[in-house]
């Protein structure tokens, strides 16, 4: 927001966002679109003050133009399979046209947000994977573009949109749909051709951050959904549950299993460890772009069968004081070690 804020050239920021959001449309994200556009939405008021004719908007009311985004913003909600937002747009629309008894354009918006409740229900939506990408040494540019191939100098002007490079950083992406952790890497290192992809998780270390090279370190990682009571209550079904899982996601974890000591070759699980990785973004995942940096690590090493004991326990406690049916994801997945 450094042009709204900073420099308050409230013009400048809205063309930005409008270019961002036409970039979004091409290349098919209209998600990150609708969360673009909402920026320009939430700069506005439902009230009669008229506004000048402005990029493609003619001469209207401050409400008209308002009204005209929000519909925009629920199509690009829509076709990026995020219904659940769409319909809190849906809510607030409707409030406005009862205020004003306009029941003709209300029974319409009640409509709208009915067929969004049913292709929740009807329509298959696909759970994106998240990919963490540590981008290491001093030969990147100074400005990624990574995700979207734009003009530099776009990068400049809109910093604030796009993953603003200083060396040695990492971020998370969530990937396109059908795109598994081989093609997402493929495609980093096409972007990157004189890339070196590391082949291990390990934090890297002070070498390889002063190195007159480029250094990707990219593996998968796991979103923590905010609302877990959702997810673990049982009769909900799982076409509702699936959203919760990989939107509003602030933070992410990785595993990573190691020998602490002496491997012990009667029972190797008496030295078997796992750290525990938390990655904490600067704004959640889906947004205005499918990347955001990582703001702060948090790291965890414990046995593997005291890390299953905590876990079991606090599954087992949070289900039985919310009446919930005891589901313990974590636990089975660490048991596979």
């Known amino acids: 927001n450094f042009y709204k804020t900073e420099l308050n050239k409230e013009e400048m920021y809205i063309r930005y966002i409008h270019k961002l959001y036409d970039l979004h449309l091409k290349a098919q994200n209209f998600t990150e679109a609708a969360y673009t556009l909402l920026l320009y939405d939430e700069l ?34 829509d076709r990026g399979k995020c219904w659940e937002n769409g319909i809190i747009l849906c809510r607030k629309i409707a409030e406005q046209y009862e205020s004003y008894y306009d029941y003709r354009n209300l029974s319409k918006m009640r409509m709208m947000e009915a067929s969004l409740y049913d292709k929740i229900m009807d329509q298959q939506r696909l759970e994106p994977e998240f990919f963490r990408v540590g981008f290491y040494g001093k030969k990147f540019p100074f400005f990624l573009r990574i995700y979207l191939m734009i003009p530099i100098h776009f990068c400049i002007m809109c910093s ?98 190691f020998h602490k000591g002496t491997k012990d070759k009667e029972n190797e699980f008496k030295s078997l460890w796992v750290e525990r990785t938390t990655l904490i973004l600067v704004q959640s995942l889906p947004g205005i772009s499918r990347w955001f940096e ?31 049916k005891i589901n313990c994801p974590d636990v089975i997945y660490l048991c596979k070690f």
């Open 294 to 324: 990582v703001e702060k690590r948090e790291v965890v090493s414990m046995r593997l069968i005291a890390m299953c004991i905590v876990l079991l326990y606090f599954c087992i406690h949070s289900s039985l004081e919310n009446n919930l």
């Open 160 to 257: 604030w949109f796009f993953p603003y490079f200083s060396q040695n950083k990492e971020f998370v992406c969530r990937g396109h749909d059908y795109e598994r952790l081989e093609a997402f890497q493929q495609r980093m290192l096409n972007e990157f051709p004189h890339a070196i992809a590391m082949q291990h998780a390990n934090q890297p270390d002070e070498t390889i951050f002063q190195a007159e090279a480029q250094y990707l370190q990219i593996y998968a990682v796991t979103p923590i959904p905010e609302n877990q009571e959702v997810l673990q209550r049982d009769g909900i079904p799982d076409n509702i549950k699936s959203f919760y899982k990989v939107n509003h996601i602030w933070r992410f974890r990785y595993d990573r299993p």
């Open 44 to 77: 506005l008021e439902w009230s009669d003050r008229p506004l000048r004719e402005f990029l493609n908007y003619p001469m209207q009311t401050e409400w008209q133009r308002k009204e005209y985004l929000h519909l925009t913003i629920i199509q690009n909600f």
